[in-house]
């Protein structure tokens, strides 16, 4: 991005070097393309437009289950968008591209452009322009109040100009914090880049549910995380030791079923430190050393104790996922792939094995079909459950989610539908080989994200003085004055006082230039009215 | 509470209607300009109209038709009513989201309703300051009225939702400092978009243009006194605009784990970011001609609709507030 001011002098001419190296002079030429102002541009538009499809289309780092839902939608679109990156725009190569491009660019234009504005900033204001009254602003004062260069200067200081006087003539020059701001501004944008960077190498982040109760206590390593992505200098053996277990987790919801409040009470086990209780909740995360917890989401676990034939029980709190349904309808499943293990024999029976599948509705309506609660709060609790009993299909290998039963086993056969049964808190259910189901009450569960984010003090600071910058370039204005004392002339009709010429330049767009320097002029002249106005300015 | 602000929304945007068609009437009784020196009543022009720089010493047949004299009096009336009624309805529209807000008992900005109903008055109040200080640009408000009937007309049909307090999620003194931002730095590029899409009229009228869009110019005020004002406005906001993005930022720190996660929000906040970047830029370079750069403007508005109805209405993310889902 070239410079927009006009330079102060136009460097001489280089005298035309014969015989230039084909290959340097090519790679010289796109430099000064890339450093163009046109070029920059350019990118500036692409960067802009390369973002829409990160916007339009899912994205994995944002919604990975909305991008696997897209590939079932377009199974024959999604694979050839994968290929170029759509589903991760902002990590993708054309993405980087661009921004690398653009950050080489911004690189190859501020050094330069630092250079020169030291060089500025140590030379003196230049000397003034022969002929005064051709600049915009142009005044000529007769017998002013001061009217030696050293009082012209004293008066310009106090108004802090940054003044010269070189013989009869006084040269000033205001506003370097508008090209400084520029360099600011530009700066701080390589070093948000940088925070953004760290972030991402050094940083790392896990997503989980947490159920309440000492038994379900979490400890932060790489397996207890539903969800983990560690930036790739982390290592799975560098997360920070720590243990959290949910202590109590309370919501207030409003008549109409809108959330008031939420907050989560914790006990929180950091190395070297007694086990000490916290709270939290959304907009206020618990910031621990190593890193932050943040609260996303919140639900219940239904408590499902199962007694098998043998007289075995078993107890499940996994946690019901909600439906996107804001009244907060749940639903989830109760495996116990244990079950009916004869206790004399110790053998497992693989086609008894037990699991339950349904729908939890913290207020459930006064009646059927109980699908679908009537408010998020447990006002009239019930579970909604169907029951089977079979092979679950657990030790097949094949991965599935803990959150539903393997179809593929209800379909063939092997996992048999035993009943249905609506249960309120307390109730027991009697299943058909007289084995019972007790729905004991529920949990309440939270869902995490757990992350520590290095680089973020970097952002932040780089964002001050991005902003700083930035107003600095936008509302300071360069400009440049001169005064020149001439000698009394013999026979002056002014009686021997000297005469002093005022001129003025704005080196940027400044609409009220004109005024200042009527100031100006007015306190070197000490508001005499003698001044003369040779021409107007632009306004 | 809440009754009466509904009932000062539809009072406002009858009362900008009321403007609009002044401003209408302003337009079609003629150019006052060119009267301004030959008429003996010059006070009366100059006043509203003959203040634009340079034109008072357009030489101008001496002898001027009496009729367009008095038509053009007429005018410099219309568009002072027109003023004073855009002025009315802005304290109507100000009624309206100070009892909205005590309605609620919060800031009046929790969803969508409420984020278009003080955007536009941030963008009409802006106005007021510019008319106040530039009367010259008072032709302007034309399209501004129109701008501000269109906009609240479709809040009140299309997005209006009952007082409700905020969700958990809001319930942060960021949401005051981020969105109040994202509001006033929304409301200058909304008042900044009328004279971008002015001047690019006028610009080509003054070019020699006479096929649609541009005869609709031929009574603005001069291009360059439009394209300054394009300027000044966008680069008042976009300092605002930027502390907004960044306020938006530590907030999502916050409340989502993470300052930046190209949430379809954020993703078109970044687009209208560079593109108005692009646009200070352009207008700063001189190889750009002046055209090119207003209409990176006039984009970069049409970036900030997108990202408030587009996004709003077809993509899900977390910034779903609007409440008209």
Known sequence: MTSVDDRPATPPAEAPRRRVNPVLALLRNSWRQLTSMRTALILLFLLAIAAIPGSVLPQRGVNPENVDKWFVDHPDLAPRLDQIGMFGVFGSVWFSAIYVLLFTSLIGCILPRTRDHVRALRMRPPAAPKRLERLPQHAVLEAPAAADPTAIAAVLRRRRWRVTVRGNEVSAEKGYLKETGNLLFHTSLIAVLLGVAVGSWYGWHGNRILVAGADNAFCNTRQQYAEASLGPRVDSADLPPFCLTLEKFEADYLDSGQASRFWATVSVDEPGGTPRTAGFSVNSPLRLDAANVYLLGNGYAPVLKYTDRFGTSQTSDDPFLRTGDPNATEEGVAVFPDANVDP???????????????????????????????????????????????????????????????????????????????????????????????????????????????????????????????????????????????????????????????????????????????????????????????????? | MSALSDQLVTFAILTYLIAMI??????????????????????????????????????????????????????????????????????????????????????????????????????????????????????????????????????????????????????SYWFIIHVSTIIFASGIFLLGVVPAAAYLMRAGWEQGRRSFPYTLARRLPAAAGLERLTFTTHAFAFPIFTFAVIAGAIWAEAAWGRAWGWDPKETWAFISWVVYAGYLHARAT????????????????LTMLMNLFGVNFFFTGLHSYAGVN
């Open chain 2, 22 to 171: 002044s401003h209408a009437v302003e337009f079609a009784l003629g150019n006052a300009r060119k009267v301004a020196v030959a008429t003996p009543a010059r006070e009366l022009v100059g006043a509203g109209v003959g203040s634009t720089g340079g034109t008072v010493d357009e030489p101008v047949a001496p002898v001027a038709p009496p009729r367009p004299d008095r038509s053009a009096a007429r005018a410099a009336l219309a568009g002072r009513i027109a003023a004073w009624l855009t002025a009315l309805a802005a304290a109507l529209h100000l009624g309206a989201v100070v009892t909205r807000g005590i309605a609620a008992e919060r800031m009046p900005w929790g969803n969508m309703y409420e984020f278009v109903l003080t955007v536009t008055w941030i963008g009409v109040a802006a106005w007021l300051v510019v008319l106040w200080k530039q009367p010259s640009l008072r032709r302007l408000g034309l399209f501004l009225t129109l701008v501000m009937v269109l906009l609240l007309a479709f809040a009140e049909l299309k997005l209006y939702v009952q007082v409700v307090p905020l969700m958990p999620a809001l319930q």
């Open chain 1, 344 to 539: 004399k024999t110790g053998t497992r029976a693989p086609d008894q094995q037990v699991a339950f599948d349904g729908l939890y509705l913290p207020t459930a309506g006064d009646r059927a079909p109980y699908v679908a609660s009537q408010f998020p709060a447990e006002r009239n609790p019930a579970l909604n459950l169907t029951a089977y009993r079979g092979n679950l299909g657990l030790d097949a290998g094949i991965p599935g989610s803990v959150y539903q039963l393997d179809q593929r086993q209800v379909d063939n056969g092997k996992l048999k539908q035993v009943g249905t049964k609506l249960l309120r808190p307390g109730e027991t259910w009697t299943l058909d080989d007289g084995s019972t189901l007790e729905f004991v009450g529920t949990r309440p569960y939270v869902t995490l994200a757990i992350r520590h984010a290095p680089g973020q003090t970097l952002l932040l600071v780089a964002s001050g003085t991005l902003l700083l910058g930035l107003m600095g370039s936008l509302f300071a204005r360069r400009r440049r004055v001169w005064f020149r004392v001439s000698p009394p002339a013999g026979g002056s009709p002014t009686g021997g006082s000297s005469l002093v010429e005022a001129g003025g330049l704005p080196r940027t767009e400044h609409p009220g230039f004109a005024d200042e320097f009527a100031q100006l002029v007015a306190a070197v002249s000490g508001g005499g009215p003698e001044q003369r106005r040779a021409r107007e300015g632009d306004e």
């Open chain 2, 286 to 301: 001189p190889s750009v001609k002046r055209n090119v750069a207003t209409w990176i403007a006039v984009v970069g508005f």
